[in-house]
């Protein structure tokens, strides 16, 4: 597995980013794709998450204004962000799993930083 990540960038409150990020080495359907963010001073914390079935979690501070989606032929996954606020200032990272408890693998994070 490698994750790329790409997206991110610098938005006022209230605009929207997207962020995708691709297994460009695995030849079979990953387990599951997640973003996750870490915010300084503070510990990475699960954003959302999909499973290869289509199954999705999404944590409480994003609900209704985050999208995850993934495309299972392209091993991608996407994150949509609309009504940004400042406090989803972080980094943002890739995550996957081939099987269900497999072993975690990380892309680079993509910084997305959201002005009052």
């Known amino acids: 597995v490698q994750l790329q990540a790409s997206g991110g960038g610098l938005v006022q409150a209230g605009g929207s980013l997207s962020l995708s990020c691709t297994d460009s080495r695995s030849t079979s359907n990953l387990y599951h794709m997640a973003w996750y963010r870490q915010a300084p001073e503070k510990r990475r914390e699960l954003v959302a998450r999909?499973?290869?079935?289509?199954?999705?979690t999404i944590d409480r501070s994003v609900m209704g204004r985050f999208t995850i989606s993934m495309d299972n032929a392209k091993n991608t996954v996407y994150l949509q962000m609309n009504s940004l606020k400042p406090e989803d200032t972080a980094v943002y990272y890739c995550?996957?799993?081939?099987?269900?408890?497999?072993?975690?693998?990380w892309g680079k994070g993509t910084q997305v930083t959201v002005s009052s």
């Open positions: 999909i499973i290869r079935g289509g199954a999705s």
């Open positions: 995550n996957a799993r081939r099987t269900e408890k497999g072993i975690d693998y």
